[in-house]
T-cell receptor
Framework: GAVVSQHPSWVICKSGTSVKIECRSLDFQATTMFWYRQFPKQSLMLMATSNEGSKATYEQGVEKDKFLINHASLTLSTLTVTSAHPEDSSFYIC???????????FGAGTRLSVL | GEDVEQSLFLSVREGDSSVINCTYTDSSSTYLYWYKQEPGAGLQLLTYIFSNMDMKQDQRLTVLLNKKDKHLSLRIADTQTGDSAIYFCAEGNDYKLSFGAGTTVTVRA
């Protein structure tokens, strides 16, 4: 089946530093990748949609300079949380669309804790 | 805009069937999905149904779609302790998905 790998699974960083999260589709080419944020006991909130080789489309209220997305190839997208602050602490999940049925497949998520 | 609603909690005895319900508002949805999330993990695609289908069965899972009422359900037969998780209903098209708040399913012995 379609596999999406997300790294790291957990990161702790100091306030003011930047953190990069990688999302890879391992056995299919992803035409589009998505980045979500999930708060405890809540649903997923779409942050942005990225297509390979073009600028990401951000949802309303999401700061594009804060959350930098790069989609360099059909199998890799990265999310960089710049100058992270404690309020950025959250569970970030990526998904990749592709494979049979053009379905969205999700990574395992990255738990970010900013001290 | 899109709106997906589902009940927040379901408690079921081991071996019984579980039924999780979901309603949505966007009639242009192409796909409807069920995802499972275990604690601290990402979302696992359980099953999906195209909007022109009424029913889909995959082993212990049965999805029913009533397009007229915009109602989607997931039935899990012979529920096991490993089925305890949060189940998300989602609807969407080629561009994006909208998720419900998730139903926490607790399986008791």
């Amino acid at each position: 089946g379609a596999v999406v790998s997300q790294h790291p699974s957990w990161v702790i960083c100091k306030s003011g530093t930047s953190v990069k999260i990688e999302c890879r589709s391992l056995d299919f080419q992803a035409t589009t990748m998505f980045w979500y944020r999930q708060f405890p006991k809540q649903s997923l909130m779409l942050m942005a949609t990225s297509n390979e080789g073009s600028k990401a489309t951000y949802e309303q209220g999401v700061e594009k300079d804060k959350f930098l997305i790069n989609h360099a190839s059909l199998t890799l997208s990265t999310l960089t949380v710049t100058s992270a602050h404690p309020e950025d602490s959250s569970f970030y999940i990526c998904s990749a669309r592709g494979g049979t049925g053009n379905i969205q497949y999700f990574g395992a998520g990255t738990r970010l804790s900013v001290l | 805009g899109e709106d997906v609603e589902q009940s927040l909690f379901l408690s079921v005895r081991e071996g019984d069937s579980s039924v999780i319900n979901c309603t949505y508002t966007d009639s242009s949805s192409t796909y409807l999905y069920w995802y499972k999330q275990e604690p601290g993990a990402g979302l696992q695609l359980l099953t999906y149904i195209f909007s022109n289908m009424d029913m889909k069965q995959d082993q212990r899972l049965t999805v029913l779609l009533n397009k007229k009422d915009k109602h989607l359900s997931l039935r899990i037969a012979d529920t096991q302790t490993g089925d305890s998780a949060i189940y998300f209903c989602a609807e969407g098209n080629d561009y994006k998905l909208s998720f419900g708040a998730g139903t926490t399913v607790t399986v008791r012995a």
